[in-house]
């Protein structure tokens, strides 16, 4: 069992910056790929960037060049900057920890991108 817990969101203005955090436990957290997922209103939820426990990362091409996504194995905490926000960014973000037999979600954090 994993139990995730996001933090960092809130409303940002276009092309500003927030940090999203995903804090761990509950398991060995070096074994799990660390996803971010949003969803917007009316839409489904979209994978938007992922790290491995070996640190490989991949990203949803809307969000390659300003989004980085990282992981600290020893703070069990995975994080997500995202820079040069759009309002088109605006959504609930969602931390996920998978492995090839188990995926756990967190409750989310919500972002708003608005003048």
């Known amino acids: 069992q994993v139990q995730l817990v996001e933090s960092g969101g809130g409303l940002v203005q276009p092309g500003g910056s927030l940090r999203l955090s995903c804090a761990a436990s509950?398991?060995?957290?070096?074994?799990?790929?660390i996803n971010w997922y949003h969803q917007a209103p009316g839409k489904q939820r979209e994978l938007v960037a992922g790290i491995t426990g070996g640190g490989r990362t991949n990203y949803a091409d809307s969000v390659k060049g300003r989004f980085t996504i990282s992981r600290d194995n020893a703070k069990n905490t995975v994080y997500l900057q995202m820079n040069s926000l759009k309002p088109e960014d605006t959504a609930v973000y969602y931390c996920?920890?998978?492995?090839?037999?188990?995926?756990?979600w967190g409750q989310g954090t919500q972002v708003t991108v608005s003048s």
């Open positions: 509950g398991s060995i957290f070096s074994i799990y790929t």
């Open positions: 996920n920890a998978a492995t090839v037999a188990a995926s756990y």
